[in-house]
């Protein structure tokens, strides 16, 4: 029924030129009459199942909550990393003030706790 049905202008032309000019072709012009139009059906995989019984304003609202909400994860993200560089930064100057030595473990700890971050938020 879809090639029957095709609008395009060569599939017009095809199917005018078939019930026209070739008596072999007429009766497949019969099941064309009508005002009935046929569109092939998605496959099954291109549909979002869980979207048909949202509306337009339902699925907007929740695209812009998880826009929100990855802006909101990536600003957490943001802090933490910078806290842990002003943390690491007061530690050098603290030590350099004291003259003592900056213990290693420590800012290697910082380093591991703002790796784990990144990747909890990733």
């Known amino acids: ?10 599939g017009k032309i095809i199917r005018w030129i078939s019930k026209n000019l070739c008596c072999c072709c007429r009766e497949e012009g019969e099941v064309t009459k009508g005002s009935h139009s ?5 496959e099954p995989t291109d549909v979002y199942w869980d979207n048909l019984s949202v509306s337009y304003l339902g699925r907007f609202c929740r695209v812009l909550m998880t826009y ?6 990536i600003g957490v993200c943001f802090g933490c990393i910078y806290g842990i560089t002003i943390l ?9 003030n004291d003259e003592l030595e900056v213990p290693e473990n420590v800012l290697r700890g910082l380093n591991i ?8 938020i990733n």
């Open 1 to 10: 029924m879809v090639n029957i049905q095709d609008d395009s202008l060569s």
């Open 38 to 42: 046929f569109r092939r059906a998605p």
């Open 68 to 73: 929100f909400f990855t802006i909101l994860l």
């Open 88 to 96: 690491k930064r007061d530690i050098n100057e603290d030590a350099k």
């Open 113 to 120: 706790l703002a790796s784990f971050i990144i990747v909890i």
